[in-house]
């Protein structure tokens, strides 16, 4: 509980440091510069690399798009819920639509613009900052990893479960920088606040398992995850 309480503070001090750094005006030369390295010199509209990647990189961005986040969502809480883990299907659905809003909110009270220095690559409509898909990735699938990670036996097992889940969160985040649809900043600051919702969400439910408010069964196993 000590190692996550420090990751929620390290990733709420990243996240602050990012916001005032994005508000007082300082990283437009680091978001310009990264998002024209990824674009051909002589034509901003076309990505660096084969004309393949870009339509992996729109693949992955789904991952993090409202739809299959949806469909992840009900599935998961549907399934724990006819399992009977009542504490952990709380924990997903509490911990992925508070983070919703909470993005949403922070987007509307940050009201920074899209990167118009690059061609957008997908359709997109909302605010920038933070990155949505980058922080609900995060939450989702971080949780759902700890949440799978507990049936393994072996701690190889578990690794490998929470590593997919964080090679797939950065790869998301990473498809909207390369998609033009994001600065840097906003993702960084999107998995910023993803790390520090999911682990604070989590901090919660071990403390209520503490006060006996939820199932020990389903925390416990969790926690081993």
Known sequence: M????????????????????VLEGDMPDFDDWLLLLLRRPDNPHIPVGPQWLIEVAQDITALGGRTV?????????????????????????VAVGGGSLLSTAMKHLFARGRPD???????????????????????????????LARFAARRRTKAYI??????????????????????PTDVLAGW????????GCWLV????????????SDLNETAKG
Do not use: D
């Not at 420090?6 to 750094?21: C, D, N, P, R, Y």
């Not at 986040?69 to 924990?91: F, N, P």
């Not at 910023?192 to 682990?199: D, F, K, M, N, R």
């Open 117 to 147: 220095i690059v061609p957008h690559l997908v359709a997109v409509t909302s605010p920038g900052f933070p990155s949505g898909h980058s922080m609900l990735v995060g939450v989702l699938y971080l949780t759902l990893g700890a949440l």
């Open 162 to 183: 929470l590593t997919v889940a964080i090679l797939v969160t950065f790869l998301v985040g990473s498809s909207r920088i390369y998609l033009g649809v994001h600065y």
């Open 205 to 216: 439910a071990r403390y209520l398992q503490y006060r006996g408010a939820v199932e020990k």
């Open 69 to 93: 986040l949806i469909i992840v969502i009900l599935s998961a809480v549907g399934y724990l819920a006819l399992e009977r883990r009542h504490g952990a299907m709380w924990l997903v659905a």
């Open 2 to 21: 000590l190692v996550a309480a420090l990751g929620v503070l390290l990733a709420l001090l990243g996240f602050i440091k990012i916001a005032e750094e």
């Open 192 to 199: 910023c606040a993803g790390l520090a919702w999911a682990l």
